[in-house]
């Protein structure tokens, strides 16, 4: 039997920690957390709920910090989570490690929570390599990745994660882009910094500073990389933002092949769409008919929580809700009562944890 072990690093995150180590020390062998410099009680929280408590003077380097916290643990197998993530799903897969040779990197979906611009919480999993066996380190300055060309794996675990929430992401933002900034004077022509330097400006509602980089990344970016659906989204809003919508339609043409199954795309799609319509009444006539087509689309597609960084609810319950709002301008009461009939059952059925099969007429 091969045991896991639960590895951390922290600081300052007394409000969450508890949180997370309740979820998971039913499900591991041992905790290792490593603290790089908290000023409130979180060493203590970690030890009183049996976590083995290292320190590391912080370097701005996370691949650092956490291989630090790796070399403390003693089990094969370890589960990387963040103080602001918690296990709600899908702990048997953890189980079942112990009979597995630890001879691959785990992907578990972590569902992310964040502020929607119009209220309300929106919900995006993505599938991160948390699994990893003994002897398997990260690398990168900050978005750090296993150094490791083991195959990857999808696990069944489910973890939730609130970093995103605006009430949180302030304090990230300078420290983020500080070490953006060494990590690409380190790696000038690295894709994947410039989409996170990028997207941490969007998220800031900087779009102008955001474009260029996610300019970069798009350069840059394998067709296959994993961060490449979220980063095609990204840069489609940011354009749209910016009222560049002639060079977001030639980005999305150029897209649309690749993303047949994302709901999410379509859903962009139409939003982009209907934004130049607004932007541009002239062409109103020939633009509506095709952002009710792109809304139509991702019903079609439905929700894909398989998906990397796909948002719950664009094939369902938001695009029929924006198929509501369209049909409510337009004069068509009908059809507009019966999206905004499905945009309320499905998000119920979302909320509450069921499936939701969206059937688009």
Request: glycine letters at 8%.
């Amino acid at each position: 039997m091969n045991a896991l072990a639960l590895v951390m690093i922290v600081r300052d995150e007394e409000a969450s920690l508890e949180r997370c180590l309740a979820s998971a020390r039913a499900w591991v062998d041992e905790i290792v957390v490593v603290d790089t410099g908290s000023s409130d009680a979180t060493p203590e929280i970690a030890r009183r709920l049996g976590a083995r408590v290292g320190s590391f003077a912080w370097s701005d380097d996370f691949s650092a910090a956490r291989n630090a916290a790796l070399a403390l643990a003693e089990a094969p197998w370890r589960l990387v989570l963040d103080a602001d993530e918690w296990i709600v799903g899908g702990a048997d897969s953890l189980v079942a490690l112990r009979g597995l040779a630890p001879e691959f990197i785990g992907r578990i979906r972590v569902a992310s929570v964040f502020d929607e611009a119009r209220g309300g919480v929106g919900h995006a999993p993505s599938w991160l390599p948390r699994v990893l066996p003994r002897g398997v380190g990260y690398t990168g300055r900050i978005h750090e990745q296993p150094d490791s060309l083991l195959p990857r794996r999808r696990l069944d675990l489910v973890v939730a994660h609130d970093g995103y929430l605006d009430a949180h992401k302030a304090k990230k933002a300078g420290r983020n882009e500080k070490l953006l900034a060494l990590a690409l004077a380190e790696a000038p022509d690295d894709a994947y910094l410039y989409y996170q330097l990028a997207k941490d400006r969007e998220l800031r509602s900087q779009f102008a500073t955001a474009w260029p980089h996610y300019e970069r990344a798009l350069a840059g970016a394998d067709t296959d990389a994993a961060w490449r659906h979220d980063l095609v989204l990204r840069a489609l809003f940011t354009l749209k933002k910016l009222g560049r919508f002639e060079a977001a339609l030639a980005l999305a043409e150029a897209e649309m092949a690749r993303w047949p199954g994302s709901p999410d795309f379509f859903f962009t799609l139409g939003d982009l769409l209907l934004d130049f319509a607004v932007a541009t009444p002239a062409r109103a006539v020939e633009l509506l008919p095709m952002v009710e087509a792109s809304w139509l689309r991702a019903l079609e597609i439905g929700e894909q929580p398989q998906l990397n960084d796909t948002v719950r609810g664009r094939g369902s319950f938001l695009a029929a809700h924006n198929l509501a709002v369209l049909y409510d301008g337009q004069g068509d009461a009908d059809k507009a009562s019966h999206w905004r009939e499905c945009a309320r059952r499905w998000s119920a059925a979302a909320d509450a944890g069921d499936a939701v099969v969206a059937v688009p007429g």
